[in-house]
C-alpha cells in the first residue's frame, strides 16, 4: 500500500520570501510524483509532475520540486512566493503500472503582503 | 481514510455503452468535484456542484453529465463510451475549500 503525507496542514509567509511545503511517502514500488494546486473557487491543477529522469523538476509559476528517493521526499519550491499563490497544494503519488492516484492532505499557501 | 466514498472501484464495459459512477461526499461536505485522471494529462477537473446545483463546470464533455441528490451524494453518468474514456475517475468533497478525494473508479472501455 502507498501513502502521501504533507507535514505541513497550513503555511503562511510573506510576499517575496522562499517557501517550501513538504510532501513524504510510503510505497514498496516505485512511484511517479506529482503536485497539484487548488486556487480559491477552482478545480485542481497539476503543477508539475515526476515521471523519470532529471530528479529536479520545474513546473508552472515557478515552482519547482526535487525527487530524493533515499528520503522518499518531493518538496515543492519557490524561490520568491506571491500573493496569487495563495492557494491549496497536494502532493498525489502514483505507482507504476497501476492505475492508483493516492493524494496527501494537502498544505494551506498562505502568502501575506 | 478520506470519508468520501466511490462505487464501484472498477467498471469494465463496451464502447458505445453507459455507466453511472456514484459518490458519497464526506458528512456535512456540500460540494462534490468530478475528476478524470489519466496519466498524459494529470487530473482533469469535470464539474462540481454545490449543494445539489451546478457551481462549476471544466473539460467535460457533452456525452458526460452529472448530478448531486438531496442527499447529496452525486452521480456521474458517461455515455456513448469511447475507448478514450478508460481513466480513472475520482471524486472530492469540500467545506470551505478543504477537498477530500475519494479512492476513484478504474473504467475499463473495451
Known amino acids: 500500500a502507498q501513502s502521501v503525507t504533507q507535514l505541513d496542514s497550513q503555511v503562511p509567509v510573506f510576499e517575496e520570501a522562499p517557501v517550501e511545503l513538504r510532501c513524504n511517502y510510503s510505497?514498496?514500488?516505485?512511484?511517479?510524483l506529482f503536485w497539484y494546486v487548488q486556487y480559491p473557487n477552482q478545480g485542481l491543477q497539476l503543477l508539475l509532475k515526476?515521471?523519470?529522469?532529471?530528479?529536479l523538476v520545474k513546473g508552472i509559476n515557478g515552482f519547482e520540486a526535487e525527487f530524493n528517493k533515499s528520503q522518499t521526499s518531493f518538496h515543492l519550491r519557490k524561490p520568491s512566493v506571491h500573493i496569487s499563490d495563495t492557494a491549496e497544494y497536494f502532493c498525489?503519488?502514483?505507482?507504476?503500472?497501476?492505475?492508483?492516484?493516492?493524494f496527501g492532505t494537502g498544505t494551506r499557501l498562505q502568502v501575506f503582503p | 481514510d478520506s470519508g468520501v466514498t466511490q462505487t464501484p472501484k472498477h467498471l469494465i464495459t463496451a464502447t458505445g455503452q453507459r455507466v453511472t459512477l456514484r459518490c458519497s461526499p464526506r458528512?456535512?461536505?456540500?460540494?462534490v468535484y468530478w475528476y478524470q485522471q489519466s496519466l498524459d494529462q494529470g487530473l482533469q477537473f469535470l464539474i462540481q456542484?454545490?449543494?445539489?446545483?451546478?457551481?462549476a463546470k471544466g473539460n467535460i464533455l457533452e456525452r458526460f453529465s452529472a448530478q448531486q441528490f438531496p442527499d447529496l451524494h452525486s452521480e456521474l453518468n458517461l455515455s456513448s463510451l469511447e475507448l478514450g474514456d478508460s481513466a480513472l475517475y475520482f471524486c472530492?468533497?469540500?467545506?470551505?475549500?478543504?477537498?477530500?478525494f475519494g479512492s476513484g473508479t478504474q473504467l475499463s472501455v473495451l
Open positions: 472530492a468533497s469540500s467545506t470551505n475549500e478543504k477537498l477530500f
Open positions: 510505497s514498496s514500488v516505485s512511484v511517479y
Open positions: 515526476y515521471l523519470s529522469g532529471s530528479t
Open positions: 498525489a503519488v502514483s505507482p507504476y503500472n497501476t492505475d492508483k492516484l493516492i
Open positions: 458528512s456535512g461536505d456540500l460540494s
Open positions: 456542484y454545490y449543494n445539489g446545483e451546478e457551481r
